[in-house]
């Protein structure tokens, strides 16, 4: 048992963890954070990028000396068939900002330099050590954690979960149910190593510039996923996801995906000649609003992936975590000041906070995607069939007059997808959106 | 007791690579672990330490960031780590190392009380010497006793040893006097996990840092690059096998053929062994 007294305990060491943590200890509170890998981040998997607002406002100045990848100038937006990419690019020179407002990131490293301003800012962290337990007392409040070390005890007013979306500290102390598989995405990723000068000339970059690849289609087979591609200084980092249950229904595997993914004849030559060299899946929570667990109780709170804090459509997770840490903290460093106790009633203005962020407005509002997506795969399968089948008739000179080649796309969407489909899918969406 | 273990930082075997053109080890990125030999001998110390009391110093020289791996040994029980750090050493060969090593212990004993047991492991795995060791050894004046398998018997209050030590052809029990320095075989103990305690010691604890001066070196010639009479002249990779898999097809094939086939295939590819074999036959 650790004999001091903790203001906080923080369990994990990722972008939730550490924002958590460092917002308590600057403000100097006595925190302990407790992480199960080797080192933070080696546990932690990522696209990835890392998005600046969430970062700044945790430390204004990150961009002197964290370990940034590239600055996104460009994204893409590919529709994919078998054979074909329908593509949405928007490259602006006023990326190149002075404070870029994207990067690209490697979390093994990103984890480590931001835990390193977490210690710098006065918080013990352990590392290899696994929080097995929340420790009660008779009246069911959190009083600390138990860990798999020996003596594994240590006591605080306040326990922040923020362990990601496995979440079992928070689910066997019965603070939350067991994930369902139809809310949460396994992804799959590969970092695939090239020299600088071959990804700048292959994705048209300069200098620190980085493009983005967001990709849907026939690449997720029918399944609810997307897969991606993002650029980073010396390494392209490749990946796909889809939804658990779609997995476990189509019998399809995540690597198979993956493999058929780089071998898409729109993506072999991005990585051609390329030395893979890191192989990672992970769990991504995309449940959304409806699937959000309780955030709050006498004496834990919790924030980042454990709480489902991902906003799936935009591919935004990071900067939920960082937000959630950071209100968390200062929910926190809030109440020590008034000398009050982490009641679950004191605790509730984590979540009073939160509202007023974007946090849970764009949560909110996009609160009734996950379902639409999970009833409408078809989304995933035909469209990107029918819009990659458009473009090609439209794009093909052979004779064929132009009003009847509009005829053609017309009728290929109607076959495709019947005229009611059509309409029901556009108004569905539209509602889902608002 | 006091007990005093050396131990080095050094890059991770498993994840290093060699530089395709001019054949040096890229360290740029590769983790650093402790020499996983050392672990050995801190564990064996621990050990000690538990039975009979006392304390364990871990002593390491290198970079500044040579105190994760020292912070490390704090995590896994050890009570105070020193880290003996200079632009003086670098570059140091085993002789240098030694030297410097042997000067930092002299230093702990006068701060932190003579230890009559100084253990490292039984080489690193980036050089391989296994040299260090035992250079501590003879310029401190220490019975040495390497490769040690198991500490049989240790008696404080007389001041004498035994150990059982692998040696080629069997295994020898010795017995000598205090002080000495170990080095500890590889795969005789395991190294404990620490308690939850030791963890939240070792992340708030000090590492001492001393640098050749504070050490109490004043002759810095046989320091590092200018103390080091070993030169590494040439680094080179060992050539790769052109051959890799060569497959035999199995189809419609009974064992008797298949077995030439595959006799066949190797005859090959290594001609000289199909003139052995048949000169070998002939000479019958
Ligand atoms: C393939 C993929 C791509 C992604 N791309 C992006 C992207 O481009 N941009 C973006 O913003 N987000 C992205 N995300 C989402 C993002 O990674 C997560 O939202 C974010 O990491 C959540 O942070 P967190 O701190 O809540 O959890 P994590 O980063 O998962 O950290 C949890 C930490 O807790 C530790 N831990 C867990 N249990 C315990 C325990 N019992 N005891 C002690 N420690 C414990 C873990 O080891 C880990 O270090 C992506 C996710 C995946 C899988």
């Known amino acids: 048992m650790i004999r001091d007294k903790f203001d906080a305990i923080v369990v994990g060491a990722g972008p939730s963890g550490n924002a958590a943590a460092y917002t308590m200890a600057k403000e100097g509170l006595k925190v302990l954070q407790l992480e199960r890998g080797e080192y933070p981040g080696s546990k932690n998997v990522q696209g990835a990028i890392l998005y600046a607002d969430a970062l700044e406002k945790i430390i204004p100045d990150f961009r002197e000396d964290a370990p940034l990848e590239r600055h996104v100038i460009e994204q893409r937006l590919w529709t994919m068939d078998d054979t074909s990419y329908v593509g949405m690019h928007y490259r602006s020179d006023d990326f190149n900002e002075e404070?870029?407002?994207?990067?690209?990131?490697?979390?093994?490293?990103?984890d480590r330099w931001f835990s390193?301003?977490?210690r710098e800012a006065g918080a013990v962290l352990l590392c290899e050590t696994t929080v097995?337990?929340?420790?009660?007392?008779p009246q069911g409040r959190v009083i600390g954690v138990r860990t798999d070390r020996d003596g594994g005890t240590a006591f605080a007013d306040v326990v922040i979960l923020g362990e990601g979306v496995n979440g079992l500290v928070g689910q066997r102390s019965g603070l939350r149910p067991e994930l369902k598989p139809d809310t949460v995405a396994l992804a799959v990723k590969e970092m695939h190593f090239l020299p600088r000068e071959v990804i700048e000339s292959r994705f048209n970059l300069a200098g620190n510039e980085g493009v983005v690849i967001e990709a849907m289609g026939t690449i997720t087979d029918g399944m609810t996923g997307t897969g991606f591609i993002y650029t980073n200084q010396e390494s392209i980092s490749i990946g796909i996801g889809c939804i658990v249950s779609d997995f476990a229904e189509s019998g399809r595997t995540p690597y198979g995906l993956l493999e058929a993914f780089k071998r898409h004849p729109s993506v072999r030559p991005l990585l051609e000649g390329s030395e893979c060299k890191e192989y990672a899946a992970h769990l991504i929570p995309e449940g959304g609003y409806n699937a959000m667990p309780e955030l709050f109780g006498d004496g834990w709170i919790v924030v980042g992936d454990a709480g489902q804090f991902v906003n799936a459509v935009h591919r935004e997770g990071s900067n939920l975590a960082m937000t959630t840490g950071r209100v968390a903290g200062e929910t926190v460093v809030w109440l020590k000041r008034r000398r009050e106790m982490a009641t679950k009633a004191n605790l509730a203005e984590y979540q009073r906070r939160l509202e007023e962020t974007f946090v849970m407005k764009d949560l909110r509002k996009y609160r009734r995607i996950p379902d639409f997506l999970h009833r409408n795969k078809h989304i995933f399968g035909v469209y990107p069939k029918l819009l990659s089948a458009a473009a090609q008739t439209w794009f093909r000179v052979d004779g064929v007059d132009k009003r009847a080649k509009e005829k053609q796309i017309f009728q290929s969407f109607r076959s495709g997808r019947t005229l009611p489909g059509l309409i029901g899918d556009a108004l569905k969406l539209a509602r889902s959106w608002r | 007791m006091h007990i005093v273990v050396c131990m080095k930082q050094v890059p991770d075997s498993a994840q290093i690579r060699v530089h395709p053109v001019t054949n040096t080890i890229m360290r740029q990125g590769v983790p650093t672990i402790i020499n996983p030999y050392d672990l050995f001998a801190l564990e064996e110390a621990l050990h000690l330490r538990d039975r009979l009391g006392g304390e364990v110093t871990v002593l390491t020289m290198g970079p500044p960031m040579a105190e994760?791996?020292?912070r490390k040994a704090l995590t896994f029980g050890a009570d105070r780590a020193v880290l003996l750090t200079d632009r003086a050493f670098a570059g140091s060969d085993t002789l240098a190392t030694s030297f410097a090593l042997a000067a930092a212990l002299n230093k702990i004993g006068q701060e932190f009380g003579e230890p009559p047991i100084v253990f490292t492991g039984k080489q690193t795995i980036d050089g391989d010497t296994a040299q260090v060791g035992p250079g501590i050894a003879k310029r401190l004046g220490l019975n040495q006793l390497t490769y040690v398998a198991r500490i049989a018997d240790l008696d404080p209050a007389a001041g004498?040893?035994?150990?059982?030590?692998?040696?080629?052809?069997?295994?020898?029990?010795?017995?000598?006097?205090?002080?000495v320095l170990i080095t500890m075989l590889e795969g005789v103990n395991e190294i404990r996990r620490g308690s939850l305690d030791d963890a939240y010691r070792a992340a708030r604890a000090?590492?001492?840092?001393?640098?050749?001066?504070?050490a109490g070196i004043t002759e810095l010639a046989r320091c590092g690059l200018k103390g080091s009479p070993t030169i590494v002249k040439k680094v080179f990779a060992p050539q790769g096998?052109?051959?890799?898999?060569?497959?035999?097809?199995t189809a419609d094939r009974s064992a008797d053929e298949l077995a030439v086939d595959v006799i066949a295939a190797i005859f090959r590819t290594q001609p000289p062994l199909e003139d052995d074999l048949l000169r070998f036959a002939a000479g019958q």
């Open chain 1, 99 to 110: 404070k870029p407002n994207r990067y690209t990131i490697i979390r093994a490293q990103f």
């Open chain 1, 116 to 118: 390193g301003k977490v």
């Open chain 1, 132 to 137: 097995t337990e929340l420790l009660r007392d």
């Open chain 2, 68 to 70: 994760e791996s020292l």
């Open chain 2, 160 to 179: 004498t040893i035994t150990v059982e030590r692998r040696a080629e052809g069997g295994l020898q029990v010795l017995q000598t006097r205090l002080p």
């Open chain 2, 206 to 214: 000090q590492v001492v840092r001393w640098s050749a001066a504070d």
């Open chain 2, 241 to 249: 096998r052109a051959e890799k898999v060569r497959q035999v097809p």
